[in-house]
C-alpha cells in the first residue's frame, strides 16, 4: 500500500484555498506596477519609427556608451568569478580568525546603497585618496577613468559569484574527492576534475548575475567614473543626461536598447538554470549521490 | 575518538604528511589572497566611510546630521520606507503564496516576473514612471493637469519608483523557503477543520517568518538606500523631493565631503544591521530545517 500524495494541480484539485484571490492580486499588483509602465518604454520608442530609433541607436555616442558598459561589465563580472570562487573555497574549506565575520560582511554591496558605495570609493581611489596614493607614483590613475568604472562595478557585484559557489561546494561529497586522492589524483587533478564540472553551473550563473547587475548600475559608477562623454560615460547615465536636457526620445530609444538587453540576460539566466537543474535530474536518474552533507571542517 | 587510539593516529598522520604539507603552503596562499582582495576591495571602502564621516570632529557631523535640509531628507525616506514595505510585505506574502502552495501553468514566467525590476537598472525604472506621470511627456499627462495632481518631480513618484525597485524582495525570499517546506503542514491543518486564514496564520507564516523578516528588512533597506531611479524622478527639489541618498549626492557634488559622509554613515549602519539580521535568519532557518 502506497499513500503518496501526487503532486497538487489547481486544475484537477486542491485543499489549499485561496489560489483565485492571491493569483489574482499578484497579477493585478504586477500589471500595474511593472508590466504596464515597462511597455511604455516600448509604446513610446515605436512611436519614433524604425529610422530615427535606428539612428539614436547607432549613434557615436550610443554605441561608445554601449561599449563601456558591456567591456567594463564584463570585465568586472569576469574579475568577480575568480576572486569569487577564490573566496567561496577559502571560507568554505579553510578555516581562519574572523572566518564568520567575513562570511557575513560578503553581502555589504547588496546592503549599502550604491551612492555610498560610489562616494567611498570615489575618495579611496582619488589621486590623494587612501588607495590611490599607492597607485598615483606608478602611473595608475583609477577614478574618472574607464577603470574607476570598472572598480565601483566589482564592488556592487561580487556577492553574486561567492554566494551561487558557496552551497554547491558545501554539497559536494568529500568521499568523492578523497576516492579521487586514492586513486593517485593530485590536489589539482581532482580539482579540476571533480571540483570545477560540479561547480560550473553555478559559476556560470554567478558570472551571469554579475554581469547583469553590473550592466544596470548606475549610483556607484556616476560619482567615480567622471561622466566623460564618449570616454567614461555609461549607457544608464546616457538615459539620465538625455532626459535632463529633455530628450525624452532619445532616452526612451536607449533605455529601449537596455530593456530589451536586460530581458535577453534573464532569459539566458533561466534557461541555463533550467538545463543545470535538468542536467542534476539525470545525474540522479542514473543514480548519482547529490545528497546534502554537512560540511566537513578541515 | 580521537584521544583513544593514539597509535592508529600516528600512524595515519605519517600517511598523510606529504599531502597535508603541500596543500598547507596552497592554503596559505589562497587564504592571504582571498583576505587581501576582501579588506582592499570590502572592508577598506565599509571603514573609510566612518572615518571620512568623523574626519572633522562630531560637532560637523552632528551638524550635517541635523542640518535641516538632511532632517527633510530623512522625513521623506522615512515617509516612503512606510508605505512601501507593507505595500510590498503584503504583495510578497501573496504572490508567494499563490507561487508555492500550487502547481500551475506558467509559474516560471510568473517568478521571472517578479525578478523583472532586479535586472533592470534603476536608470530605466525611473524612467518609465516619467514616461506614465510626467506632466509634459508622459501619457496620462492630460489626466494630471486636469486634477491638478503631481507624481513625478512629487514624493508620490518617489514612492512609486521605490515601489517598483523593492517589489522582489519579499516575494524572493519566501517562494523558495515555502516551496521547500511544502503543503503537508497545510493540508493537515485544513483537514482538520482550520479556516484557510487561520492556517495561514499559525502554520505557514511562523514557518517562514525569519525569512519574512529578513525579505522585510531587506525592502526597507532598499527603499532608504534606491537611488538611481529615485534620481530620476525626483527632480532635486531641496526640502521637498530629497531623499536621504539624493541628499548625499548633493552635499558631495558641494564638496562639502565630511558632511556627504555623515549623512552617508546614516545609509551604512542601517546595512549593516542588515547584514546582521540577514545572518541570524540564516542561522534560524539552518536550525529549522534540522
Partial sequence: MNLTIK???????????????????????????????????FFNSSSLGLKSFMDIALSARVMASLKISFGASFLAATVNTIFGLLLAWVLERYSFPFKKIIDGLIDLPFALPTAVAGISLTTLYAPN?????????????????????????????????????????????KEVEEAAACLGAT????????????????????????????????????????????????????????????????GTAVAAIMLIISFLMLLAINLFQWWAVNRHKFIFAKGGHHGRKPTFEP | ???????????????????????????????????????????????????????????????????????????????????????????????????????????????????????ISPVVAGLIFVLLFSTSHGILAPVLNEFGIKVI??????????LFVTLPFVARELIPLMEAQGTSEEEAALTLGASGFKTFLL?????????????????????????????????HIRGLTNTVPLHVEILYNEYKFSAAFAVASLLTVIAIINLIIKNIADWKIKQQEK
Avoid at chain 1, 553551473?201 to 547587475?213: D, E
Avoid at chain 2, 505557514?204 to 538611481?228: D, H, I, Q, S
Wanted: proline share 7%; net charge positive; charged share 10%.
Fill in chain 1, 7 to 41: 503532486p497538487i494541480k489547481i486544475k484537477e484539485q486542491s485543499v489549499i484555498p485561496g489560489f483565485g484571490i492571491t493569483m489574482g492580486i499578484s497579477l493585478l499588483y504586477i500589471a500595474l506596477l511593472v508590466l504596464i509602465p515597462i511597455s511604455m518604454v
Fill in chain 1, 129 to 173: 585618496g587612501w588607495i590611490g596614493k599607492f597607485l598615483e607614483p606608478l602611473g595608475i590613475k583609477v577614478s574618472y577613468t574607464p577603470l574607476g568604472i570598472i572598480v565601483a562595478l566589482i564592488f556592487i557585484s561580487f556577492p553574486f559569484v561567492v554566494r551561487t559557489v558557496q552551497p554547491v561546494l558545501q554539497s559536494i561529497d
Fill in chain 1, 187 to 250: 590536489r589539482l587533478q581532482a580539482f579540476c576534475k571533480i571540483i570545477i564540472p560540479e561547480l560550473f553551473p553555478s559559476i556560470i550563473t554567478g558570472f551571469a548575475l554579475s554581469f547583469a547587475r553590473a550592466l544596470g548600475e548606475y549610483g556607484s559608477v556616476v560619482f567615480i567614473s567622471g561622466n566623460m562623454p564618449m570616454k567614461t560615460e555609461i549607457t544608464p547615465l546616457l538615459i539620465r543626461t538625455k532626459l535632463e536636457q529633455y530628450d525624452y526620445a532619445g
Fill in chain 2, 1 to 119: 575518538m580521537a584521544g583513544s587510539l593514539p597509535l592508529n593516529h600516528k600512524v595515519l598522520n605519517t600517511y598523510q604528511k606529504r599531502p597535508e604539507k603541500k596543500s598547507g603552503a596552497v592554503r596559505i596562499i589562497l587564504t592571504v589572497l582571498a583576505l587581501l582582495f576582501f579588506i582592499l576591495m570590502l572592508f577598506i571602502p565599509l571603514i573609510s566611510v566612518f572615518v571620512k564621516a568623523f574626519q572633522q570632529g562630531a560637532q560637523v557631523y552632528l551638524a550635517a546630521v541635523s542640518d535641516p535640509m538632511a532632517l527633510e531628507a530623512i522625513k521623506l525616506t522615512l515617509l516612503t520606507i512606510i508605505i512601501v514595505v507593507p505595500i510590498n510585505t503584503g504583495f510578497g506574502l501573496v504572490a508567494s503564496w499563490a507561487v508555492s502552495k500550487f502547481s500551475f501553468k506558467g509559474k516560471n514566467l510568473l517568478v521571472t516576473i517578479i525578478d523583472l525590476p532586479f535586472a
Fill in chain 2, 153 to 162: 518631480f512629487a514624493p508620490p513618484g518617489i514612492i512609486l519608483a521605490t
Fill in chain 2, 203 to 235: 502554520i505557514t507564516l511562523p514557518n517562514v517568518k525569519w525569512a519574512l523578516t529578513y525579505g522585510v528588512m531587506l525592502t526597507a533597506a532598499r527603499a532608504a538606500g534606491e537611488f538611481g531611479a529615485v534620481s530620476v524622478v525626483s527632480g
